[in-house]
């Protein structure tokens, strides 16, 4: 079962949004996926680092200028 949850991490700069996804992280299965969502471009940059060596599927887009959307779907 897909479980889908989302993350406002709007004003947030690192490295609180990478904790508070490690958070998130640790009570999600298999398939599940977290939205994140923030205006700081350091984020996108510091979840990417954080989280390659994870079990986990890293897409990412900026829906506007200065806006990006970030999912993370555990494998």
Do not use: Y
């Not at 599940?32 to 969502?37: A, E, G, M, R």
Request: aromatic share 6%; charged share 35%; with cysteine.
């Amino acid at each position: 079962m897909n479980r889908d949850r989302e993350l406002d991490c709007f004003g947030e700069i690192c490295p609180i949004p990478v904790l508070r996804i490690k958070k998130e992280l640790q009570s999600m299965k298999s398939g599940d996926t977290l939205k994140v969502i923030s205006d700081h471009s350091c984020v996108v940059e510091s979840v990417t680092d954080n989280f390659k060596r994870a079990k986990v599927k890293i897409e990412k887009e900026e829906v506007i200028n200065g806006v990006w959307e970030i999912f993370i779907t555990v494998l």
